[in-house]
C-alpha cells in the first residue's frame, strides 16, 4: 500500500496556517454577474458567462477548430511486453483551407481484445516519461488504451522562438498563448481518437503535469468529448487559486521571472503584481468540466502548484457538480513529495477511471478532507 493510501483523517491533512486568502473571497459560481441565482436550470447561460471572462482574459482564446481532422495509421506494431497488445502510431491532420494544415502524431498503446477501450490520452510527450514500459503496462492491464502526444508540436515551449513554430506559423497574428494552442491539441486529438474504432468515444481521459497539467485543465474545461480531466500539479493558471496561495506559491510575476509568460494572454500579464484583482479565479475552470470527472492530484510539498489553493478551488467548484447532480464527480489526492508525475498520480488516476469507466469497486476516497481551518478561511457569508 502506497504512502498516500495510508493517510487517515487522523494522519496528514496539511495545514492552512501558512496560506494566504486575498479578499474579496473568489467570484461566486452560484451568481451572475449581474447578481441571479444560478439554478441547475440556467447552468448553461452561466457557463457560456465564465467562459466568456476567463478564456480570452487568461489564455487569448482558442485556436481555429479548423475544416476537418484527418487520421492516417502510419505504422502498426506489437507490444512485446505486453502479451496481445498492440502499439499504433498515427498522423493527424488538421485541415484550415486547402493550401494550410497541421500535422502532430498519436501513439496508441491497445490492451488485447476486441474493445472499444476507455483511453487515457497524455498530453507531455515531449517529456518521454509516459512511454516508460511499467507505466504503459498499468495502463494497458486495467483494460484503456494508453495514448500520447506532444503538445510541443503545437507550439514550441521557447520564449524565443514560440511563434516560429507549429500554429504559430499558421497565425502569425494570433493572440492566444501557448497553453491554449497546446489545449487545442488535445482538441484534435480526441477529434482522432473518436474516429479510431479501438476507442470508447465516451471515456476519453487526458492528463498532464505542470505546465501540462494546466493544459490539460484548460481543454477539459472547454470540450466536453472529453469524460475525464486531470491536471496534476498545474499550479497558478491549472488548478491553483489565485486569492489563495500557500507560502512559495507560483504568482503572475513569477512566470515574468521564468520567463514562461508566454503561455498567457497579454491581458493576464498586465495583472503582474495584482493576481487577486483578476475578474475570475481558477475555480471557473473546475466548473467547466462539470459535470463530467474532474480529478485533481498534487503534492504536499510542491509548495509552488499551490497545493492548498488547489483543493480550496475544488471545494468551491463541487458546489456546481453537486448543483448538476454530479457530486461523485470531482475529486482531489495529494501525496507525500515534490513536483513530479509520478506512478502514484497515475494509480490515482487509473483508481478514478476504474470507478468511473469500468464500475469497479475502488477503496480510495476521492473527496478526504484536507487542510484543517481551510474551510472556515473560504466560508462565504
Not at 178 to 206: G, K
Not at 227 to 242: D, E, F, K
Not at 251 to 280: K, M, Q
Amino acid at each position: 500500500m502506497n504512502a498516500y493510501n495510508r493517510l487517515t483523517p487522523a494522519g496528514k491533512q496539511g495545514s492552512a496556517r501558512d496560506c494566504r486568502l486575498s479578499t474579496p473571497l473568489t467570484p461566486d459560481l452560484l451568481a451572475f454577474q449581474d447578481g441571479r441565482h444560478v439554478t441547475a436550470e440556467t447552468w448553461p447561460e452561466r457557463r457560456a458567462e465564465l467562459e466568456t471572462i476567463v478564456l480570452p482574459h487568461e489564455y487569448g482564446g482558442l485556436p481555429p477548430r479548423g475544416m476537418r481532422t484527418e487520421v492516417i495509421c502510419r505504422s502498426r506494431s506489437r507490444v512485446r511486453e505486453l502479451p496481445g497488445a498492440a502499439y499504433h502510431v498515427f498522423e493527424v491532420r488538421v485541415v484550415f483551407a486547402e493550401d494550410k494544415d497541421f500535422r502532430f502524431t498519436l501513439s496508441l498503446w491497445i490492451p488485447p481484445g476486441d474493445g472499444p477501450f476507455p483511453v487515457l490520452l497524455d498530453g507531455d510527450g515531449c517529456w518521454r516519461y509516459f512511454h516508460a514500459a511499467n507505466l504503459i503496462h498499468q495502463i494497458v492491464s486495467r483494460g484503456n488504451i494508453a495514448a500520447s502526444i506532444d503538445r510541443t508540436e503545437a507550439a514550441a515551449d521557447n520564449a524565443d522562438h514560440y511563434r516560429e513554430t507549429g500554429l504559430y506559423r499558421i497565425f502569425p497574428m494570433a493572440t492566444f498563448g501557448a497553453l491554449a494552442a497546446w489545449a487545442w491539441m488535445f482538441h484534435r486529438a480526441v477529434d482522432a481518437l473518436t474516429a479510431i474504432p479501438a476507442v470508447r468515444a465516451d471515456a476519453v481521459a487526458i492528463t498532464g503535469h505542470s505546465r501540462g497539467g494546466k493544459t490539460a485543465l484548460l481543454a477539459g474545461a472547454t470540450d466536453t468529448r472529453i469524460a475525464m480531466t486531470n491536471p496534476n500539479g498545474s499550479g497558478i493558471g491549472g488548478a491553483g487559486l489565485h486569492r489563495l496561495k500557500s507560502t512559495g506559491s507560483e504568482t503572475i510575476a513569477s512566470f515574468f521571472r521564468s520567463r514562461n509568460i508566454f503561455w498567457f494572454a497579454d491581458t493576464f500579464r498586465a495583472f503582474r503584481g495584482r493576481d487577486a484583482e483578476l475578474p475570475y479565479d481558477q475555480h471557473f475552470l473546475h466548473a467547466l468540466v462539470a459535470p463530467r470527472h474532474l480529478l485533481v492530484t498534487d503534492a504536499y510539498e510542491d509548495a509552488g502548484a499551490n497545493p492548498p489553493g488547489a483543493y480550496a478551488a475544488c471545494q468551491d467548484a463541487w458546489r456546481i457538480f453537486s448543483l448538476l447532480g454530479s457530486p461523485e464527480a470531482i475529486g482531489w489526492v495529494l501525496r507525500e513529495g515534490g513536483h513530479a508525475h509520478l506512478p502514484h498520480d497515475y494509480e490515482a488516476l487509473l483508481d478514478f477511471m476504474d470507478r468511473t469507466f469500468h464500475g469497479r469497486e475502488v477503496q480510495r476516497n476521492f473527496q478526504r478532507l484536507l487542510y484543517p481551518g481551510l474551510t472556515e478561511l473560504l466560508q462565504r457569508p
